[in-house]
């Protein structure tokens, strides 16, 4: 029998396979066509101190191999969440990684407080440094290494469970940004959020998208994805969750030999609700074939050139 | 659980001008789609397209969807052969309430007509007496009239060009019903957002409960992206409005609860 198992800092997962943070909800919907205790972990949507009805109009364009969204973390805010989503999520026999967002570092702080304290079942907090569909918090805070060191040291002594933190492409360099999270404290980085891109509609002459511009995510952004996994994986020494346009096992290899302890996948699951699903067979498959005793051994080995 | 399905395309029928029938062998589709419900369609381009849901067939387990081509995709859709396999999520969000509907009217515009022409069915095979007010371009663009007749007790028909039917729009249709016709009326309207702002206005002066299917542009189309969200009436405190999803929540809504 093949061990799929990873280890994430102080974490275990079943397998490296996680549900990204705003392509699964809580887990309601997805839990319909996928066993859920078979998945390695779920990231919740992007949660926010107070409920956000996101921002208006058209939110979403395709474009070639991908997609631009502009949601604007609607969601439902930390005491629903709490009351009404948290206790799903907690029957789903799975891991439960809660993506953490805010306007403000003391945001930040609250909900860290409340969502890293011991009694709340949460395995992980994914600190939100990279959403680029939101005015204030996010991706303003983790634009710079500057700002990502001050807000993780801001709530790393708030809590005790592991702390993720989920980065932003839309840099100038990312192994910066990812050595500010180390060095603040961070157990782990998560690479990439959405690469920020525009839409035009021609016979408009404006943008497809209310929100003007949008994160773009899907096959279009892995090969950025991965070429920031590897330069991180060679220059920290915390753990990397590797996400962007994973859409099968063969990108999970990919990523895990650039340096990936674990994956998410987010813009699959939108196309193909039981994507997660195929994706752990077919990596059992390929492990068996090429005679793996553990999957976590592929984890950077890539041989560059 | 359940399941995306492959889905071969088996009939493909000429219908109007640029509309065409793609009927579907799918079994599970067939035997729980309900009027008002949508699937969600692979082609070549990166997302699914959603579609109405047209016929059902229970027993040949196929089902169907007209499609009308609006751009790449539908495009793409539309130069498929007989026995090319689809990938196809469905029946997906929540169709027309039939809950204490007495009689109803059915309002469709354009594509419109697709899932209205499932309604209706319903409507006659639960006894229900319908109402069909259908507008066209013109007689050229028209489809599914005598279909339409055969559903209802009464069909009215309008076309911008004046060909076929009353010469203008849907609303002028409307116009020509009488009071008998909609007394304990449920109206159903699908169509583009002008037209169905418009029938809601006009239902709500008729005191005249209504459900209006909207559309928006989707990803997922089963709920966990929230790209396709519509405005709809709040209670709460301090807050006009709520964001709620097109595909899950909807694509029906009752007409009094939508922000137009």
New interface residues.
């Given amino acids: 029998m093949v061990d799929l198992s990873v280890r994430v800092g102080s974490v275990d997962f079943a397998n490296p396979v996680i549900l990204a943070s705003g392509a699964c909800g809580f887990g309601r919907e997805l839990s319909e066509y996928v066993d859920m205790s078979t998945i390695g972990g779920i990231c919740s949507k992007g949660l926010t101190l107070l409920p956000r009805e996101g921002n208006p109009g058209c939110r979403v364009a395709e474009t070639a191999s991908g997609m631009l969204n502009s949601v604007g973390l609607q969601n439902p805010g930390l005491e629903a969440f709490l009351q009404h989503e948290l206790p799903f999520m907690t029957g789903l026999g799975t891991r439960i990684i809660v993506n953490v967002a805010g306007h403000s570092t003391n945001d930040y702080q609250k909900m860290v407080e409340r969502l890293g304290a011991p009694e709340t079942p949460v395995d992980v907090l994914e600190l939100n440094l990279s959403c680029p569909n939101v005015t204030e918090g996010c991706m303003t805070i983790g634009a710079t290494a500057e700002g990502v060191y001050t807000l993780v040291n801001a709530v790393r002594s708030l809590t005790d469970k592991p702390l993720w933190v989920k980065l932003t492409p839309n840099v100038t360099s990312i192994s910066e940004t990812a050595h500010a999270a180390q060095d603040a404290g961070g157990d782990a980085v998560v690479l990439i959020n959405t690469l920020l891109g525009l839409a035009i509609d021609i016979k408009t002459r404006r943008p497809v998208l209310q929100n003007n511009t949008g994160g773009l995510s899907g096959p279009a952004i892995k090969p950025v994805a991965l070429r920031m996994v590897q330069e991180c994986y060679r220059l920290i020494s915390i753990p990397i969750i590797g996400v962007g346009g994973i859409m099968n096992a063969a990108d999970v290899i990919e990523f895990m030999l650039a340096g990936a302890s674990a994956v998410e996948i987010g813009t699959a699951s939108l196309l193909h609700p039981a994507a997660c699903a195929k994706i752990i067979y077919d990596l059992t498959e390929y492990a068996e074939d090429n005679r793996l005793a553990a999957l976590s051994s592929l984890t950077g080995e890539l041989k560059l050139w | 659980?359940?399941?995306?399905y492959e889905a071969a395309l088996v009939e493909k029928k000429l219908l109007g001008t640029g509309n065409i029938l793609l009927t579907f062998a799918c079994a599970d589709i067939a035997k729980m789609a309900e009027p008002g419900q949508f699937v969600n369609v692979s082609c070549s381009?990166?997302?699914?397209r959603p579609f109405g849901i047209c016929t059902v067939d229970p027993i040949g387990n196929t089902f169907s969807i007209g499609v009308k081509e609006v751009g790449a995709?539908t495009q793409d859709i539309l130069t498929a052969s007989v026995g090319d396999v689809f990938?196809i999520?469905g029946p997906l969000g929540h169709g027309f309430s039939f809950d204490g509907v007495k009689k109803i009217i059915a309002v469709g515009g354009g594509t419109g007509i697709y899932p209205l022409y499932f309604a209706l069915d319903k409507a006659k095979r639960k006894g229900i007496p319908a109402i069909c007010v259908n507008g066209f371009r013109s007689r050229q663009d028209a489809f599914f009239l005598s279909e339409c007749e055969e559903l209802s007790g009464k069909t009215i028909f309008a076309s911008d060009a004046g060909d076929l039917g009353v010469k203008g729009t849907v609303m002028d249709a409307l116009e020509l019903l009488q009071p008998e016709d909609l007394a304990d009326a449920t109206v159903l309207v699908v169509g583009p957002e002008i037209m169905m702002k418009k029938v809601s206005a006009w239902a709500n002066q008729h005191k005249l409960s209504c459900q209006v299917s909207l559309e928006?542009?989707?990803?997922?189309g089963?709920?966990?992206?929230?790209?396709?969200?519509c405005?709809i009436k709040s209670d709460a405190e301090n807050?006009p409005?709520?964001?709620v999803r097109c595909c899950?929540e909807g694509p029906v809504f009752q007409a009094s609860e939508v922000i137009w």
Avoid: D
């Fill in positions: 659980m359940l399941k995306e381009l990166f997302l699914k995709g990938s999520l928006k542009r989707m990803a997922c089963f709920g966990i992206c929230l790209v396709c969200v405005k807050m409005f709520h964001h899950k």
